[in-house]
């Protein structure tokens, strides 16, 4: 079975500071996709980048962009001048198929 | 994308009782999924519902606790029955989009049963 895995639990950073929000899979398939979801405490999943495995380059979108390792099956996540609106919990989500799994996830935390 | 309306937004049960939530998306898809997020936890994936036959559940999930109808190409339904206070959660509804990339989100529904 694939299984994402969030190695941590909380993270903290500085508004307008940068940070890496880690994320590791399991998979022996080739053909897969990848996410970052956001979850405010309005429990809104919020998609907020994705990664097709096929392509090398790494996706970004706006301030988020990804670390995309699929040789090390990682996927980082960074987040550039932080803003007080990242404020959430982040999960990240691997897809093939209709198999769709999540990691436990990240709160993140913003100081103004 | 895929807009789901998704009702009630939260609600508070009497233990032995059952509530239906109802997830409306604004276009026909082929899959519906229904998710439980037990407090401070990830989301766990109950069901998958395609239109005109049986949902299909996960280990764990059983049909009596947790049916699911799913009567048209844009609407489902999920039945918490019987409910204990161990069924407090947020249930969450979620398709695909057209391009069968991402999956969308209904704003769920958070369940406190007392």
């Known amino acids: 079975a694939q299984t994402v895995t969030q190695s941590q639990p909380e993270m903290s950073v500085q508004e307008a500071e940068t940070v890496t929000l880690s994320c590791t899979y399991d998979?022996?398939?080739?053909?897969?996709?990848l996410f970052w979801y956001k979850q405010p405490p309005s429990r809104q999943m919020i998609l907020v980048i994705r990664?097709?495995?096929?392509?090398?380059q790494n996706a970004t979108e706006n301030r988020f962009s990804v670390n995309f390792q699929k040789a090390a099956k990682s996927f980082s996540l960074k987040i550039s001048d932080s803003q007080l609106g990242d404020a959430a919990m982040y999960f990240c989500?691997?897809?093939?198929?209709?198999?769709?799994?999540f990691g436990a996830g990240t709160r993140l935390t913003v100081k103004p | 994308s895929a807009v789901i309306s998704q009702k009630p937004s939260r609600d508070i049960c009497q233990r032995g009782t059952s509530l239906t939530i109802q997830c409306q998306v604004d276009?026909?898809?082929?899959?519906m999924f229904w998710y439980r997020q037990q407090p401070g936890q990830s989301l766990t994936l109950i069901a998958t519902?395609?239109?005109?036959?049986?949902?299909?559940?996960e280990s764990g999930f059983v049909i009596d606790k947790f049916p699911i109808s799913r009567p048209n190409l844009t609407f489902s339904t999920l039945t918490v029955s019987n409910m204990s206070p161990e069924d407090s959660s947020i249930y969450l509804c979620?398709?695909?989009?057209?391009?069968?990339?991402?999956?969308?989100f209904g704003q769920g529904t958070r369940l406190t049963v007392v």
């Open positions: 998979t022996s398939e080739s053909d897969y996709y």
């Open positions: 989500a691997y897809r093939r198929g209709w198999d769709m799994r």
């Open positions: 276009s026909q898809v082929t899959m």
């Open positions: 990664q097709e495995a096929y392509k090398q």
């Open positions: 519902a395609n239109q005109g036959s049986e949902a299909t559940y």
């Open positions: 979620s398709v695909l989009g057209h391009t069968n990339t991402e999956a969308f």
